[in-house]
């Protein structure tokens, strides 16, 4: 073959018969992806997270300032966003802002506010 010549089946051109090439057959052709995108076998496991498939964000209790009243939760994605207790609305079985305490997973909800990004809801995952 010739450095300027380019096979068949990567042109997309037809050979000098004026027939299109049959290429592979359909069932080869079809195996591969279909055998990548096949589910994981039951005998795998995938990492689950302890939280429920909610529409929060989720994250972790950074720091509780009992004096202050506010406190600092770090999202999964590595930010930290500051939330005051008498603006944070507790959603769940646990509904006091005592029971929040350092190292806590819990699912947040996000506003804005005069003084930036603030949480305006906390829900605690047992």
């Given at each position: 073959?010739?450095?300027?010549?380019?096979?068949?089946?990567?042109?997309?051109?037809?050979?000098e018969g004026g027939q299109p090439d049959a290429g592979?057959?359909?069932?080869?052709?079809?195996?591969e992806p279909e055998a990548s995108r096949a589910a994981?076998?039951?005998?795998?496991?995938?990492?689950?997270?302890?939280?429920?498939?909610?529409?929060?964000?989720?994250?972790?209790?950074?720091?509780?300032?009992?004096?202050?009243?506010?406190?600092?939760?770090?999202?999964?994605?590595?930010?930290?966003?500051?939330?005051?207790?008498?603006?944070?609305?507790?959603?769940?079985?646990?509904?006091?802002?005592?029971?929040?305490?350092?190292?806590?997973?819990?699912?947040?909800?996000?506003?804005?506010?005069?003084?930036?990004?603030?949480?305006?809801?906390?829900?605690?995952?047992?």
């Amino acid at each position: 073959m010739r450095a300027q010549e380019v096979p068949e089946h990567v042109s997309g051109e037809r050979p000098e018969g004026g027939q299109p090439d049959a290429g592979p057959p359909a069932s080869s052709a079809v195996a591969e992806p279909e055998a990548s995108r096949a589910a994981p076998e039951e005998g795998t496991s995938r990492a689950r997270t302890p939280e429920p498939d909610d529409l929060f964000y989720h994250g972790t209790i950074a720091t509780v300032n009992w004096s202050r009243g506010d406190g600092v939760v770090r999202s999964d994605n590595g930010r930290e966003i500051p939330f005051d207790f008498q603006f944070v609305t507790m959603i769940g079985g646990r509904r006091r802002i005592e029971h929040l305490l350092p190292g806590m997973r819990v699912g947040f909800d996000v506003g804005w506010t005069s003084k930036g990004l603030r949480i305006t809801a906390i829900k605690i995952y047992d």
